[in-house]
């Protein structure tokens, strides 16, 4: 059974970060590639950011480009997202999720992603 759970999440003033942290259990953690997804009421949930198994590819939602960094420690099985210059429509929960890996990389796609975490609150005050 994988497990995902995220952690780091909380309330910041508009223009702060929060680095937010998923820790997978994994046994071959380095082969999946990791994302996160965010939802905030009322809304759908939205691609938020990708890293690829190698590392060697990463997606973001143009919102947030120049603004959050996904990376991820193989050593620790956990991905991170390092998250700048929030915004009150950062507000959400933000969700991690992994897939193992496979031949494409289409991490915008819902259906992409073969595990969920718990998600994790953002809210971002202005």
């Known amino acids: 059974q994988v497990q995902l759970v995220e952690s780091g999440g909380g309330l910041v003033q508009a223009g702060g970060s929060l680095r937010l942290s998923c820790a997978a259990s994994?046994?071959?953690?380095?082969?999946?590639?990791m994302g996160w997804f965010r939802q905030a009421p009322g809304k759908e949930r939205e691609f938020v950011a990708a890293?690829?198994?190698?590392?060697?590819?990463?997606d973001y939602l143009d919102s947030v480009k120049g603004r959050f960094t996904i990376s991820r420690d193989n050593a620790k099985k956990t991905v991170y997202l390092q998250m700048d210059s929030l915004k009150p429509e950062d507000t959400a929960v933000y969700y991690c999720?992994?897939?193992?890996?496979?031949?494409?990389?289409?991490?915008?796609?819902?259906?992409?992603?073969?595990?969920w975490g718990q998600g994790t609150q953002v809210t971002v005050s202005s």
């Open positions: 890293i690829s198994w190698s590392a060697g590819s990463t």
């Open positions: 994994e046994r071959t953690f380095s082969s999946y590639a």
């Open positions: 999720a992994s897939r193992e890996r496979g031949r494409s990389w289409s991490p915008r796609s819902y259906v992409y992603w073969d595990y």
